[in-house]
């Protein structure tokens, strides 16, 4: 089946420290999502990244699509303490027609930020 | 602005009993999911509606069901449930002709079953 594996389950990071995750997809993505979950929270879309290598920056937030669309990955610099929540990736497969299936955003495993201050 | 609305936010039920549970999208939305969380894992995709009609299925029980309305709000319908069915369960919807496929996920409902 379609799936997302994303590493690391966890990141510890000190106040100032740079964390990054790892996302990877067995087959191709339409696009990839990442969203952002505070404790007790809903998922909150963070970015998409559509195009094969492309690159996205948000303040402190570095995002990158791999050139074969099967892997990306999220680096914060600095971190800070509000910066603590679960990050997911969420990839979009193209659908049996080939066209992209709208239905459908398979969420990876998370990783959990906590951040000391 | 306007956020996706869902009722009720805590449901409790006893195990073999039914339960309903609404959203809301935001306004002028076209696609409407419904997504599980159990504690500690991700989100994961039940159904969704592009413009009232199913348009994709994941892994909902053939116990849960779930329509969407002429008003665009969306019910998602559990019977027979069991202590397995405790979770969040979401609701997002997303505009498919803008530019981006960002989804604009509601608080969700938490339901128990004891």
């Known amino acids: 089946g379609q799936q997302v594996m994303q590493i690391p389950q966890y990141q510890h990071v000190q106040e100032g420290e740079d964390f990054t995750t790892y996302c990877n997809s067995s087959t191709t993505l339409s696009n990839i999502q990442w969203y952002k979950q505070r404790p007790g929270g809903h998922p909150v879309f963070l970015i998409q990244l559509v195009k094969s290598g492309e690159v996205k920056k948000q303040k402190r937030l570095t995002f990158q699509f791999g050139e074969a669309k099967k892997n990306s990955s999220l680096h914060i610099t600095a971190t800070q303490t509000t910066d603590v929540g679960t990050y997911f990736c969420a990839g979009m497969f193209f659908g049996d027609a080939g066209g992209t299936s709208y239905g459908k955003l398979t969420f990876g495993q998370g990783t959990i930020l906590t951040v000391h201050p | 602005a306007a956020g996706v609305i869902q009722s009720p936010r805590h449901l409790i039920k006893e195990k073999r009993e039914t339960a309903t549970l609404k959203c809301y999208p935001i306004p002028r939305h076209d696609t409407v999911y419904w997504y599980q969380q159990g504690p500690g894992q991700d989100p994961q995709f039940l159904i969704s509606?592009?413009?009232?009609?199913?348009?994709d299925k994941g892994s909902i029980p053939d116990r849960f069901s779930a329509q969407q309305f002429s008003d665009y709000h969306s019910e998602l319908n559990m019977s027979s449930l069991e202590l397995g069915d405790s979770a969040l369960y979401f609701c997002a919807s997303s505009l498919i002709q803008g530019p981006t496929y960002e989804q604009y996920f509601g608080p969700g409902t938490r339901l128990t079953v004891t």
């Open positions: 509606f592009y413009e009232k009609m199913q348009s």
